[in-house]
């Protein structure tokens, strides 16, 4: 669940964007800003599937070529070297979630085998 990605760059009230963006293949050290200035780095490589933006609100869907525990691996150092409050982190099966908090942004992370890879869902909450 606790996924920031992509989306919170250049969101603006009520715009909305979809649709497949490449995101280079370098390694993980991109970041996103949240409502706020809280940065949250953004896995690479990934590629944008859908991302959604309302107010300070949005909601990233991101898949990667590398393993889903690869990811996992890196948003928890991510999170934690961020200084983000990891509040609840839950493992079901093939799927991992991240609800954390850090002033006043709030981030929900999930990470889920996909075939050889992963998918990656970031959503921001304020």
């Known amino acids: 669940m606790l996924l ?3 989306w919170i760059v250049g969101c603006s009230s009520g715009s909305s964007s979809s649709g497949p963006t ?7 050290a991109a970041t996103t800003t949240a409502a706020g200035g809280d940065a949250v780095p953004e896995y690479k ?3 944008v599937t859908s991302s959604e933006h309302v107010g ?3 909601k990233t869907v991101l898949t990667s070529p590398d393993s889903a525990e690869k990811v ?8 934690q ?5 990891v509040e609840k982190t839950t493992k079901s099966g093939d799927t991992v979630e991240y609800k954390a908090i850090k002033g006043t942004a709030a981030v929900e992370i999930e990470i889920r085998s996909a075939g050889a890879g992963a998918s990656i869902t970031v959503k921001v909450i304020q």
């Open 4 to 6: 920031l990605s992509a």
């Open 22 to 28: 490449s995101v280079p293949a370098t390694p993980a």
């Open 45 to 47: 490589p990934s590629t």
């Open 56 to 58: 300070g609100a949005g």
């Open 72 to 79: 996992t691996a890196f948003y928890e150092n991510a999170l």
């Open 81 to 85: 070297s961020g200084g983000w409050q």
